[in-house]
Every structure is written in structure tokens, then in C-alpha cells.
């Protein structure tokens, strides 16, 4: 029995994702048990109607704090209640999209843009053209004039709110600029234009960073990459045909997804001789494995909720076949500014973490690693993020002082 559920993925929603971010102005404990005493445990459109109320309050109150001139108040409500429209259709993910998902993501976009446009330096909503489609960016600047600036990749499932107070709040603290983006398959390029996930990264942080440095109050010399979750992965694959970044962080080193899933393939019998034919991998041959991620509600919604709608897919060959170019091999080696790499304890997607150093080509590889002691040992350190921001940000600190 969890914390809050049985059900395995409300669970871990509401026990671990929900909790990441209170420390800087996500949900707060309070409003995170009061919203699940009232869930129906497994019943996804309970947890939907409930979160959503939730939600509307701390929106509908952010919103008249507004109207009577207290801004920190409706600022800090308004970004609060975003992350909580973000937790209120997770459980919804897969294609064709959800209304419900539709409803809650419009809700999650238009109070984020209240929100941030109440900061000190409101935020600065900008597009960026990526082959005929359009990512939505923000600018977030630490003071007026230049600055070093934080360029943050998402990963598969998490909000730009999410990435706004996981990654910008941090970085605007200690000085530097920060900019968040939707990518392909992430956020609103994939609700909204529905454009699936690439594996080339380059082709889509190569056009954020031309973005960014037409601006005249970034340090050219000084921009820095950081993903988290499979934006590890993104982060190092657009770090190795980027000769403009400064540094990069992963967070975690993830090596790609190709090397996992041949993994996978192997754990479910998969003959050596079929696997060598990967990615074409025939389907008769998968179905043991779709009938364990079938049977298993976690598992399900990792892979066929999530997986196939990130990726554009519907059968399980076919996103077999999309993850064969989701990986590093051949790239490392030519990433040359400085690199920060994570694996925490309990994260499987940081087992990669030794390879990813020692084919590295850059003259600075650092690899840090998070525990369980200090309560940083899951997957991007997610319940004590203010270990990783103190680890990451003292080192982005030392790289980029001397230039």
C-alpha cells in the first residue's frame, strides 16, 4: 500500500511528481493530500475532476489577488495552479487525444502566461519556426543587461511550468538567464500541433540558440545547455553539433533509448537472432512483451500511453522502430565544451552514466552522483531538486567564470 494509493501510477503521481517542485512554489503538501483524499483510487477521471477543481481554486484565487493589486500573491497562485492543471491530465496521455487532456493543458498554458507576466521581469513569450511548425518559447532575464543564459530541454512527459520552476527559478536566483521551450513531442508542440519527437535535438536547439543570441542582453559567450529526464539525452545529442554552448548538463547521463530497449528485448526472450534484425523486429516476436506492459498499469502508461502518442506511433513494432535512432553512439566524441553529467542511485535511466564519460570528447567530463542519504537518489533527483541545483549550479558557476 503507497502514501496515498494502491493504484501503482496514481501513486506514483501523487507521492513523487506532485511533491518535486514545492520547494520552489509547486504544489504544496497540503493541497497534494486534500485533493487525494478525494480521489476514487485507479479511476483516472476522478483524479482528472479533482485535480482540475484544485486547480480552478488556487486559479480563481491567484486571479483576484490580481484584481485587487497583490501581485506576488496572484503570481505565485497563477504558476501554482499551472502545475496542477500539468498533474490533473497526466493519467489522460495517449492518442487520440483526450478532451479532458485538451481542456486542462489550455487552462495549464493560459495561467502559466498570468502567471510569469506578474515576475519582477515579467516573462517574454517568443516562437521559434522549426521545419513549418512553431515551438513556444519563453524568456525569463535575471536582471536588466546582459547575462549568462540557461537554455532548459524538457524530457517526455513534463510541462513547461514544470521545467519554469525546475530549472529557470534556480538558474534566475543565481543570476543567470533562463529559457524554456516546447519541443517536438513535448508540451504544446504535442497537444496542440501534435508533432511527435525527433531524435536529431541539434536540428531543434540550433535555432533556440540563434534565438537566443540575436538578443542583446545574452553573454554570447556564456550560453549553457541543461535537459533532465530524456532531455539528458537531448541536451548531450545537441551539445555534439553545437560549437556555441558554453556547457551542458544532463541530468541524467542517459545514453539513449535505442540501448534500452534492446535491453528490454533481451530480458523478454527476444532470440539473439531476431534482436540482431532490430529495429525491424516482427510483431509476433514483441508479443510477449506488449502482453507485460499491457497487463501492467505503470508499465502501460509509460509505453503505450505515453510512448506511442510521444512518438507518433500505434503498435507497438512501430515505436520499437522509433527509438532506434534515440541514441549517442558515434556523437559523444564530439561535444567540446565543458559537461556535467548525474546518475542518481535508484535512476535506471542513469546506468549509462560511465559510458557517456568516457566517450566524451570534451576537456572537462564531470560526473556527480545523488543518494538516497541525502534524499536525492530517484530519478533527476526529483525530491530534493535543491541538492541538485546547489551541485549543478556551483559547477556551472566555476565553468563559466573564466570566460
Known sequence: MGHFFDDPLHEFFAATLAFGLTSKGGVEPGEISATCSRIADGDDGSWYDEWCATADRIAAAGRASAA????????????????????????????????????????????????????????????????????????????????????ATNGYDAGTPDLFLGIAVPALRRGYHCVVFDGPGQGRMLVEQQVPIRADWERVVTPVVDA??????????????????????????????????????????????????????????????????????????????????????????TLVQRGFWVHGVDSFAAYVRATADFSLAGRLEHVRCPTLVTMAEADPLAASAAQVVAELGTATADLVRFSAVEGAGDHCEWVNRSRFDQVAFDWLDEQLAAR
Open 212 to 301: 537566443v543570441l540575436a538578443r542583446p542582453d545574452v553573454d554570447s559567450e556564456r550560453v549553457a545547455l541543461m535537459g533532465w529526464s530524456l532531455g539528458g539525452y537531448l541536451a548531450l545529442r545537441a551539445a555534439s553539433a553545437e560549437p556555441r554552448l558554453a556547457a551542458c548538463i544532463a541530468d541524467p547521463a542517459l545514453y539513449g533509448i535505442r540501448e534500452g530497449m534492446l535491453e528490454r528485448l533481451r530480458q523478454f526472450g527476444v532470440p539473439d537472432d531476431v534482436i540482431a534484425a532490430y529495429p525491424d523486429i516482427p510483431t509476433e516476436a514483441l508479443a510477449p512483451m506488449a502482453g507485460a506492459f499491457e497487463n501492467d498499469r505503470f508499465l502501460h502508461w
Open 68 to 151: 485587487a493589486g497583490h501581485r506576488v500573491s496572484a503570481r505565485d497562485a497563477l504558476i501554482r495552479a499551472s502545475i496542477v492543471y500539468g498533474l490533473a491530465y497526466h493519467p489522460l496521455f495517449g492518442s487520440p487525444i483526450d478532451a479532458r487532456l485538451v481542456s486542462a493543458a489550455a487552462r495549464e498554458r493560459d495561467a502559466f502566461a498570468e502567471g510569469v507576466a506578474l515576475l519582477d521581469l515579467p516573462g517574454e513569450p517568443f516562437t521559434v519556426d522549426l521545419d513549418g511548425a512553431s515551438m513556444p518559447a519563453w524568456f525569463f532575464a535575471a536582471q536588466d543587461g546582459p547575462a549568462p543564459v540557461v537554455i
